[in-house]
């Protein structure tokens, strides 16, 4: 069974990768990506300065922060630090919230819509009478309570914010499973004798897929933005840590005198999320076999 | 002024003042790949009183005629050429604005799915009002005489409840007369059917289609009547249009085409109408009981009330008994809601049932779990519509590869050579199988349904109504195939179907179910040539002949509905008893 499964798969991942490539949109999101992942990476190398650093000549001599250019590409912020640097190094911060806490929440989603969309009954009503309660709750008021116990720091920060984000995931797919279920071909499958693990991974998971792209690159802003959400309440990442969130939230009550400082890692979280949305897009066409060969 | 109130006052024939004229139409959908023409060069004239019926099988272009002459065309797709004309009104120049005006009170038109043309928030009376005062300056009581009027001329019962009733709460038959009774409140000189009886039982689709017959010839309403049937086109309509690929491949009156068919495709078309009468007999070995069904009950509970209690339960099947012989075609017909489907669902295991159900001698109940996939393989089912029965983001090959990949049987390699020989058997080619579902039309997809349920070689397969989604000219191929397999494998076929004509012409045997039990039970020539309970009687003669010269024999119209199956838990239908009138033609007292 295994080399059967090897031997259809094999083709189609070259396949889709060339048929993503050749989308001039997802060609921009995935360079993009490929930018921020790369700056992220190599952030020491790249970084013209210490991102911690306060420069003596990184304030005018009224104490505010220098607009971009000159020896301070970005410009700096308000304790005299480099602007282009705190950047490079929050774009680890904000890639690991954005992709890793974000993806181990959809992990979640998936499983607990899943199971719950599929077994229905005893476990289904649990599962969701639980998503229901973690959807009423207030998603700040739990993170502080998880953050507050465990002592802050960047991992608890992406596993509070995956403990709060899959609750719409499991959601929508325990919708989207139970419609399923019902289809046609599911009730053709089982009685092919197909089991439960065949059904849910080969023939639910894949219709399921066009929502979870749709969900994960929504939830990269969101997540974002939450991070620097608690980040500003002071349970998230600790300061003088850079992410693009409290880079903002730091400084918006600037925002009239120094507008690069909110501006700047603003549009970088909106690309980020912009990308992962147009290779997201194009994924989910590429990977839909109905709409190929269509005009 | 007064709509309906003047039906009994006078017959009308058709005369000679032509209503609507079509001349030349083209339409055409603008893709990505360029313009496509869908419709090319169709004319025909309708005259008053007449019913013109416009037939085709499906993608031949008669529903985006009706369209346009409505002036609802989807965005993409837009006349091109040819002139509309209503008696002396241009309708493709018209503004949308009184395009708008025109539609329901001059044109009408009826729907396929009356449930989806009803909104289902608003109460019948509230639409009917509605559409009575878009069109005329009426007061809201007048309106609602007037809408009482119509449901009265539909030969509704109780009428003055219906008002006041949602869409859901009436049967399939009720709301295609609501949806009539709309249609002609404002007396429209053009009435267009949409294929306005495909979506309901037999012996609704003949009460409908009277109603009809009645309403024109009192109104002198022009009808055109789109079809796929050449039973209700040779029943209803004085001409006829044949369509295909969007060209007119032949007009005459109806009595020609029948009598004469000019072109080819009219010939071949009506060489696939089943018709009641041409079974053959087979002389087909009939081996030993491959499924035996003793006593089965299928029954799905209804919860009510705040705990979610069963309260009532809706009776599907109610203590059958039947048994399919190796190579026979047992045939188990009725109207929807019968529960023939239900039967279907509960020997492959997918409904819970009491009673028992033996495939070659053990039931799926005397099983563990690891035992009951091995008996799955000796049974298997294919499904209405072949497009929901195939996961759409599968290859074809791998699909019919994979009940081989569930059992663990063969290599890879052996696999694939077997999917390839399936396909050869079911008259696809192998260089298809790479391709998805989309990619092939419906009985292509049909026969790929077929293959998958081949490939594990089982000893039933479970036709449950296979063939009705279909084309008459694709359904005759199907049905070959189905026939060609049986000889060759000497499978048993449990054939579910509603339509009395194919029933007739395939099976060995058939039985007939009513709410749930069954009814009447022998051989075809049996059941066929010498029907004894009254509901086999009915639906036999409700089936439209496709033979204009044929006379019906005036029957009583039926009114009144099929009861509910929902009784409260403890309560049931009252059970029939089977009696053999001789030679195991069983009937029910």
């Known amino acids: 069974m295994t080399d059967v499964v090897a031997a259809d798969a094999a083709p189609k991942p070259a396949g889709a990768l060339v048929r993503l490539l050749r989308r001039k949109l997802a060609l921009f999101g995935l360079a993009l990506i490929v930018a921020v992942v790369a700056g992220a990476v190599f952030a020491p190398w790249l970084a013209p300065y210490d991102p911690n650093a306060q420069h003596f000549d990184g304030l005018t001599l009224e104490g505010a922060p220098v607009p971009p250019g000159g020896a301070f590409p970005l410009g700096t912020d308000l304790l005299g630090r480099d602007l282009l640097s705190r950047m490079l190094y929050g774009a680890q911060t904000s890639l690991i919230i954005g992709v890793v806490a974000n993806g181990l929440a959809l992990l979640i989603g998936t499983l607990v819509g899943v199971t719950a969309g599929w077994f229905r009954g005893a476990v289904g009503a649990a599962l969701m009478r639980f998503t229901d309660l973690m959807m009423a709750f207030p998603a700040l008021l739990l993170a502080i309570c998880l953050a507050a116990i465990f002592s802050p720091s960047l991992w608890i920060v992406a596993m509070v914010i995956a403990l709060v984000n899959w609750v719409q995931t499991a959601r929508i797919l325990y919708t989207e499973t139970t419609s399923l279920a019902e289809r046609d071909f599911i009730a053709a499958e089982k009685t092919l004798g197909a089991g439960t693990g065949r059904i849910l991974w080969r023939h639910i998971l894949p219709h399921l897929v066009p929502t979870i792209i749709v969900w994960g690159t929504l939830g990269i802003s969101t997540t974002v933005l939450l991070e620097a959400t608690l980040s500003f309440l002071g349970v998230g990442v600790q300061p003088p840590t850079p992410s693009w969130g409290n880079i903002i939230f730091e400084n918006q009550t600037y925002f009239q005198a120094a507008p690069w400082l909110v501006f700047i890692p603003g549009a970088a979280i909106l690309l980020l999320a912009l990308a992962f949305n147009l290779v997201g897009d194009a994924l989910r066409d590429v990977l839909d076999p109905t709409q190929r060969g269509r005009a | ?589």
């Open chain 2, 1 to 589: 002024m007064t709509a309906l109130s003047t039906i009994t006052s006078g017959t009308t024939a058709p005369d000679d003042t032509t209503v609507l004229a079509v001349e030349g139409l083209r339409v055409s959908v603008r893709t990505d790949a360029g313009e496509t023409t869908l419709v090319d060069g169709l004319s025909f004239a309708l005259r008053r009183g007449e019913t013109l019926a416009i037939a085709g099988e499906s993608g031949s272009g008669k529903s985006i005629t009706s369209l346009a002459v409505m002036g609802l065309l989807p965005p993409a797709v837009r006349v091109t050429g040819g002139t509309i004309r209503l008696k002396d009104t241009d309708l493709l120049s018209l503004p949308e604005g009184r395009m708008r005006s025109l539609r329901g009170d001059r044109v009408a038109m009826i729907f396929q799915e009356p449930m989806t043309s009803l909104n289902p928030v608003l109460t019948v009376g509230a639409q009917l009002v509605e559409a009575i005062r878009a069109h005329e300056p009426v007061s809201r009581g007048a309106a609602r005489t007037r809408a009482l009027e119509a449901l009265k001329a539909v030969r509704l019962t109780q009428p003055e409840q219906r008002l006041d009733q949602y869409p859901h709460e009436l049967s399939g038959g009720m709301r295609q007369r609501v949806m009539i009774a709309m249609a002609l409140a404002l007396r429209p000189e053009v009435l267009i059917a949409d294929e306005p009886t495909t979506a309901l039982d037999v012996t609704v689709q003949r009460e409908v289609l009277d109603l009809l017959r009645d309403l024109q010839r009192d109104l002198g309403t022009a009808i055109i009547l789109i079809t796929h049937d050449m039973g209700v086109v040779a029943e209803m309509a004085g001409r006829v249009v044949v369509m295909r690929h969007g060209r007119m491949v032949e007009t005459a009156s109806t009595l020609d085409v029948f009598e004469r068919p000019a072109a080819d495709y009219t010939r071949d078309l009506l060489a696939a109408v089943p018709r009641i009468g041409r079974g053959k007999p087979r002389s087909s070995a009939i081996g030993e009981p491959v499924a035996r069904l003793d006593d089965v009950v299928v029954r799905f509970p209804v919860r009510s009330g705040l705990f979610g209690r069963v309260t009532r339960q809706v009776h599907a099947v109610e203590h059958v008994s039947f048994d399919v012989r190796r190579g026979e075609t047992f045939s188990l017909v009725g109207e929807s809601g019968c529960g023939k489907s239900s039967i279907a669902r509960a020997v492959v295991g997918l409904v819970p049932h009491q009673g028992r159900i033996e495939i070659a001698g053990t039931a799926f109940a005397d099983l563990r779990p690891a035992d009951q996939k091995a008996l799955r393989r000796r049974v298997q089912i294919v499904f209405q519509d072949p497009m929901a029965a195939l996961d759409p983001r599968m290859t074809v090959g791998d699909l019919v590869a994979e009940p081989l990949v569930i059992h663990r049987i063969g290599s890879p390699a052996e696999r694939r050579a077997r999917v390839a020989d399936l396909f050869r058997h079911v008259g696809l080619s192998a260089d298809q199988i790479d391709r998805y579902p989309h990619e092939f039309s419906g009985g292509q997809r049909q026969r790929i349904c077929i293959a998958r349920a081949l490939a594990l070689k089982p000893d039933l397969i479970i036709a449950d109504e296979s063939v009705s989604a279909l084309d008459v000219s694709v359904q005759a191929r199907v049905l070959d195939l189905l026939r060609a397999l049986q000889t060759e494998f000497g499978i048993a076929i449990l054939f579910i179907s509603h339509d009395m004509a194919v029933v007739e012409n395939i099976s060995d045997r058939v039985a007939v179910m009513y709410l749930g039990q069954i009814v009447e039970l022998g051989t075809r020539a049996q059941v066929f040539g010498d029907p004894r309970h009254p509901y086999t009687r009915r639906l036999i003669e409700a089936v439209p002949v496709p033979d204009p010269a044929h006379v019906r024999a005036p029957t009583v119209r039926l009114a009144g509905e099929v009861p509910s199956p929902v009784h409260p838990v403890g309560g049931g239908p009252a059970r029939v008893r089977l009696v053999d009138v001789g030679g195991g033609h069983l009937v029910a007292e």
